[in-house]
């Protein structure tokens, strides 16, 4: 008799252990941090071009947006190694666009969307040109 009340005891402690084990499982999964709460555009675009009509006298360009999750970023013109440009901006997401209003008036303010090029994900003008590929 002593035997059968300690081996429901036992059935009860682990069944009990088990369902604690499990309800920490769930509970550690469920607050995990979420990825779906960061936005597409935020990380570093880049746009490089070479232009010239003979090899060896072409000029490379390359365009940066770096788009930051505090809705600020940076922006970077660069040709043959030397920096052109540099300005700082804000973006703000208006249903699919971006609106990316740069310090100073140094450059026009823009407009993005997110689109794809060749398989990749691409940064787009208003007219649905690629802009920028991101790195």
């Known amino acids: 008799m002593k035997t059968d009340t300690l081996n429901i005891h036992f059935a009860f402690m682990k069944k009990l252990i088990l369902s604690l084990a499990l309800a920490g499982t769930v509970v550690c999964i469920s607050c995990s941090k979420d990825n779906d709460d960061s936005d597409v555009i935020i990380g570093t675009w880049v746009s490089q071009s070479t232009v010239g009509e003979n090899v060896g006298s072409e000029q490379t360009s390359l365009e940066v947006?770096?788009?930051?999750?505090?809705?600020?970023?940076?922006?970077?013109?660069?040709?043959?190694?030397?920096?052109?440009?540099?300005?700082?901006?804000?973006?703000?997401?208006?249903?699919?666009?971006?609106?990316?209003?740069?310090?100073?008036?140094?450059?026009?303010?823009?407009?993005?969307?997110?689109?794809?090029?060749?398989?990749?994900?691409?940064?787009?003008?208003?007219?649905?040109n690629h802009i920028a590929v991101r790195e």
């Open 65 to 128: 947006w770096k788009f930051n999750d505090d809705t600020s970023g940076a922006y970077t013109k660069s040709s043959k190694d030397m920096v052109e440009l540099e300005s700082k901006f804000v973006w703000i997401k208006m249903d699919s666009l971006y609106q990316i209003d740069y310090a100073k008036g140094a450059i026009s303010d823009d407009t993005f969307s997110i689109g794809e090029l060749m398989g990749e994900i691409a940064l787009e003008d208003r007219e649905g």
